[in-house]
């Protein structure tokens, strides 16, 4: 089967550092992806890994442990901006498709 | 920069009636997919499509679901007879290759489609 799971919401404080954390299964496995969705806006694509480590992309970073089927998002000074949900997508079994967790929300308070 | 467009933005229907939803994905790529989105709940995959045909669909994706790329740009989504339940967001995205690190999908802004 496949389950991805995700908290429902996280709430942080403007300029702090918050860890969204993800855990997975799936069948078959062709890397996990980040993607920010702002309420009523599509997903947008923030990180991909596809080895085990850490993957640094400005104020955000991805790390990946494939044995341990589990992933977290790391956003460092954080902005008002940054309110938004987090979603967890796995690439398994199948061609190309993401399979998406029901998404982290994030509220960010100044 | 690049980016997948939809059309309409809203569409509104009555149940029984066919849809069609309008994509035009990133002119070079080559992969491109129907996800949808209920309100308040998480993404589904519905359907993805390379080299003119269906490569992958969802249980969701069942007779009354179809997609095609009539000319080099354009990739629709049509609903034969839609039912209530089809009211949702959907969107379509597109990626590069398989030899592009990743395959990233990028998705466009979604069509708002609501069936009364």
């Known amino acids: 089967g496949q389950n991805i799971d995700q908290p429902t919401e996280m709430t942080a404080t403007e300029g702090a550092i918050v860890q969204i954390n993800c855990t997975y299964q799936?069948?078959?496995?062709?890397?996990l992806f980040w993607y920010q969705q702002h309420a009523g806006e599509a997903p947008t694509f923030l990180s991909y890994?596809?080895?085990?480590g850490l993957e640094e992309k400005g104020r955000f970073s991805s790390f990946l442990s494939r044995s341990k089927g589990y992933s977290y998002l790391l956003l460092k000074e954080l902005q008002m901006k940054d309110s938004a949900s987090y979603l967890c997508?796995?690439?398994?079994?199948?061609?190309?498709?993401?399979?998406f967790g029901a998404g982290t929300r994030l509220a960010v308070h100044p | 920069e690049p980016e997948v467009t939809q059309t309409p933005s809203h569409q509104v229907t009555q149940m029984g009636q066919e849809v069609i939803l309008r994509c035009v994905p990133i002119?070079?790529?080559?992969?491109f997919y129907w996800y949808r989105q209920i309100l308040g709940q998480k993404v589904e995959f519905l359907v993805s499509?390379?080299?003119?045909?269906?490569?992958?669909k969802s249980e969701i994706f069942d007779d009354q679901f179809s997609v095609e790329r009539p000319d080099g740009s354009n990739f629709t989504l049509k609903i034969r007879s839609t039912k209530l339940e089809d009211s949702a967001m959907y969107f379509c995205?597109?990626?590069?290759?398989?030899?592009?690190?990743?395959?990233?999908?990028?998705f466009g802004a979604g069509t708002r489609l609501s069936v009364l």
């Open positions: 799936t069948s078959g496995f062709n890397g």
């Open positions: 002119s070079n790529h080559l992969y």
């Open positions: 890994n596809v080895l085990d």
């Open positions: 997508a796995p690439k398994g079994g199948g061609y190309n498709k993401l399979i």
């Open positions: 995205a597109s990626s590069p290759s398989l030899q592009e690190s990743g395959n990233i999908q990028y």
């Open positions: 499509f390379y080299n003119n045909e269906i490569s992958e």
